[in-house]
């Protein structure tokens, strides 16, 4: 297979992603700052702005001082969470380095960041006795735009690349070795990011979805496991964790998807399942 590969990248000429002029950032001369840290940046912003917006929308589940609130949680469960989460399933290492705080140098897992996304939900709804399952489903539908922003920083970084492979549109990624492969930061842009904006955005916008609370929530949470799960069939395992995918037949992204899968039909189906709340309905303290 891979000598196959090889002889049609001789005779394709397949696209070099060094020749594409990307660079890491914004060179400022003293500090580089980099795409990947303008990328998470973007998508907390945007989801901000945005969530400003819905909860100026009938049946809004908290007011703007707890959306106040979980931009600052949510910024930090992103950020501890995703590290804990890369160093714990991806990289035991960092748990003996400094280099777990080099947040710079990349390393951030999604399931990590979900956690701690989760955790600050349930922290500010406590505080402000809001229901915690309809400010999850108001978060859920802003992620996306973190995950679409965070995939274009991979491809832009020549990071996380796929499997060898043909297709036309196959990349040689300098320190992946000569073979053409997969873009799949674009995949996971695509998938997890801009088809569940999409997707999300209609339901909350132009439908009744807001009403049923867990629907939006667990809509996200099984679209962008399945996602994630498709992806990784065309996506380089991690070099450390490549004997395991070998031998477990799954990587171990897919295996850390599989209850999201679970959980998000569960909830999906439970929240379709019960009467929808009154048109107009908000929680206490959401005034």
Request: net charge neutral.
């Amino acid at each position: 297979m891979l000598s196959l590969l090889a002889a049609t990248a001789s005779v394709a000429d397949p696209i070099q992603w060094a020749e594409l002029g990307l660079t890491p950032g914004i060179d400022l001369g003293f500090f580089t700052l980099r795409w990947y840290s303008l990328a998470y940046l973007a998508g907390i912003v945007l989801g901000y702005w945005h969530l400003s917006k819905m909860i100026k929308a009938p049946g809004a589940p908290m007011a703007q001082r707890h959306a106040d609130d979980l931009f600052f949680y949510c910024t930090l469960g992103i950020i501890i969470g995703g590290r804990i989460g890369y160093a714990t399933f991806y990289e035991p290492s960092l748990w003996t380095s400094l280099r777990f705080f080099q947040l710079w140098t990349g390393g951030m897992s999604f399931h990590g960041g979900l956690a701690g996304v989760l955790v600050a939900i349930g922290f500010v709804s406590w505080r402000g006795e809001l229901s915690f399952l309809r400010v999850a489903d108001y978060i859920a539908v802003n992620v996306p735009f973190g995950m679409m922003f965070g995939r274009l920083a991979n491809f832009v970084n020549g990071e996380l690349w796929g499997r060898p492979s043909d297709v036309p549109w196959a990349m040689v990624f300098p320190g992946a070795g000569p073979l053409p492969r997969h873009p799949s930061q674009l995949y996971e842009a695509a998938l997890e990011g801009a088809l569940l904006v999409i997707v999300l955005l209609f339901l909350f916008w132009r439908t009744r979805a807001r009403y049923r609370p867990g629907l939006l929530v667990g809509v996200f949470t099984a679209g962008i496991a399945l996602a994630r799960f498709t992806v990784e069939f065309f996506r380089e395992p991690d070099a450390q964790l490549a004997e395991f995918a070998a031998d477990t037949g799954l990587s171990m992204g897919q295996w850390l998807t599989i209850p999201l899968i679970v959980l998000g039909v569960a909830v999906t189906v439970r929240a379709l399942a019960r009467p929808p709340l009154a048109s107009g309905q908000a929680a206490p303290g959401a005034a």
